[in-house]
C-alpha cells in the first residue's frame, strides 16, 4: 500500500529529478516493465476528455484510451452507467510500483469476464498528487494508457485530496486498492493492497454472484 501524501510527496521529486535526464516520469515506479509512459511522443492531452463530470463511456480502442477527469459526482455518474454489471473498481497511480504491477493482470481478468457481466474501472490518483496539475496527470495518464495499449475506462479523481473519496467508499488511503461491486452498485468486497490474478478473479466472482 502507498499513501497519497508522503509517498506522493516522494514520488513527485523523483519526477523532478529524472525529467531533467529523460521524458518526464511520475514517480519511481520499476516492475519488470518500462512501468509509466508520461513522455510517450503522440500522447496529448486533447485526446482526452476535460470535463470533470465528462461521461467516461467514450468508446476506446487500443490507441485512444478512454481517460476522463472526475470529481466525487462524476465517479458516481460513471458507475451508474455500469449498472446491471459486476464492476472491479480499482485505485491506483504510475508513480505506484505495485499499482503498475498488478495492472496486467487485473486487465486480463476484466477481459476475461466481460461476456460475462464483468467490467474494470481504473480511478487515478494522480492528479492530487502534491504540485501536480490537472492537466500535467491527464497528459501522463493518457500516455501511459497509450503505451500500456490499456482499453479499460480511466477516471483521473480530481480534488484538493482524497479524504472525500475515502469516506465515500470507506478506502483506507492508500493505493492500491480494488472494489467489488455487484449489479446494484453495491461494494460487496475490498482487496487492500496488490493483488494477485486469482484475487480478482475471486473478486470479480463475487461482484457477479447474483
Known amino acids: 500500500m502507498i499513501a497519497p501524501k508522503a509517498r506522493q510527496r516522494a514520488a513527485k521529486l523523483a519526477w523532478v529529478l ?8 511520475v514517480g ?10 508520461a513522455g510517450d511522443s503522440g500522447a496529448t492531452a486533447a485526446a482526452a476528455s476535460t470535463s470533470g463530470a465528462a461521461s467516461p463511456t467514450a468508446s476506446a480502442t487500443a490507441t485512444t484510451p478512454s481517460v476522463s477527469v472526475v470529481d466525487l459526482a462524476g465517479l458516481d455518474a460513471a ?11 480499482n485505485f491506483w497511480a504510475i508513480w505506484c510500483a505495485p499499482c503498475v ?22 480511478v487515478s490518483y494522480d492528479a492530487i498528487v502534491p504540485g501536480a496539475t490537472r492537466e500535467q496527470a ?10 500500456r495499449k490499456i482499453t ?56 457477479l454472484a447474483r
Not at 80 to 85: I, L, N, S, W
Not at 102 to 122: I, K, M
Not at 138 to 147: I, K, M, N, Q, T
Open 79 to 89: 458507475l451508474a452507467q455500469h449498472r446491471g454489471r459486476g464492476v472491479l473498481l
Open 138 to 147: 491527464e497528459h501522463d495518464v493518457l500516455a501511459f494508457a497509450e503505451r
Open 28 to 37: 519511481a515506479c520499476s516492475s519488470g516493465e518500462d512501468p509509466t509512459a
Open 152 to 207: 479499460a475506462p480511466i477516471l483521473i479523481y480530481d480534488a484538493p485530496d482524497e479524504e472525500a473519496i475515502n469516506a465515500r467508499f470507506d478506502l483506507p488511503g492508500g493505493v492500491p486498492v480494488t472494489l467489488a461491486i455487484d449489479r446494484d452498485g453495491k461494494v460487496v468486497a475490498t482487496h487492500d493492497g496488490q493483488a494477485s490474478k486469482d484475487e480478482f478473479r475471486a473478486l470479480m466472482r463475487q461482484a
Open 18 to 25: 529524472i525529467a531533467a535526464a529523460a521524458a518526464p516520469f
Open 101 to 122: 504491477a498488478e495492472l496486467p493482470e487485473l486487465l486480463e481478468v476484466g477481459r476475461e469476464f466481460a461476456d460475462q457481466g464483468g467490467d474494470v474501472v481504473l
